[in-house]
């Protein structure tokens, strides 16, 4: 199996700030992966896919880049509504594998 | 936009089979791969199983042994069977598909195991 080591596992952050969440895996998987928001009680929601492209309707302070086996996720300005938990997810391989994730907290 | 609509029992007791099946609407069936994702209670996420809309499967070696994922394409449903289910198997369920392309995910059923 694939892992993928996400880090940090948590974050305190205040609106405004630049923040950075990294997923690194085990071995090479191209660029197949996806990052996720997880709001409490909430399916999780893609916010992008292939590594670095936006998921329609996704505000732009998210972007992703990385390929192989260091990715990261950044959120450029943190709004209120952002304070969530995030997963990556490699699809390169069976089986899929979840980051153990991120959980983003207001400071 | 595809929507998908979950349903099965909640509430089960150890070595009984957990049974879920999962509704798809809005969208192509046969242009997707249709996935079951599960979330164990504060924990993080678990995928479980993979099935095209020719019944081709992939599962997770984890739960290979106890894990059948079907696909009826008349109804365009899909369904997961876990069985002898025990207390690690309590958590979340989420049905989910094109993962790799439109990315939709079912509401979640929280399966629960206790005797």
């Known amino acids: 199996d694939i892992q993928m080591t996400q880090s940090p596992s948590s974050l305190s952050a205040s609106v405004g700030d630049r923040v950075t969440i990294t997923c690194r895996a085990s071995q090479g998987i191209r660029n197949v992966l996806g990052w996720y928001q997880q709001k409490s009680g909430k399916a999780p929601k893609r916010l992008i896919y292939d590594a670095s492209s936006l998921q329609s309707g996704v505000p732009s302070r998210f972007s992703g880049s990385g390929s192989g086996t260091e990715f990261t996720l950044t959120i450029s300005s943190l709004q209120p509504e952002d304070f969530a938990t995030y997963y990556c997810?490699?699809?390169?391989?069976?089986?899929?594998?979840f980051g153990q994730g991120t959980k983003l907290e207001i400071k | 936009q595809v929507h998908l609509q979950q349903w099965g029992a909640g509430l089960l007791k150890p070595s009984e089979t957990l049974s879920l099946t999962c509704a798809v609407s809005?969208?192509?069936?046969?242009?997707?791969?249709w996935n079951w994702i599960r979330q164990s209670p504060g924990k993080g996420l678990e995928w479980i199983a993979e099935?095209?809309?020719?019944?081709?499967?992939n599962y997770n070696p984890s739960l290979k042994s106890r894990v059948t994922m079907s696909v009826d394409t008349s109804k365009n449903q899909f369904s997961l069977k876990l069985n002898s289910v025990t207390a690690a198997d309590t958590a979340v369920y989420y049905c989910?598909?094109?993962?790799?392309?439109?990315?939709?995910w079912g509401q979640g059923t929280l399966v629960t195991v206790s005797s």
């Open positions: 809005g969208g192509s069936f046969s242009g997707n791969n």
């Open positions: 989910a598909g094109g993962l790799g392309g439109s990315s939709s």
């Open positions: 099935i095209n809309h020719s019944g081709s499967t």
């Open positions: 997810l490699q699809l390169n391989s069976y089986p899929y594998t």
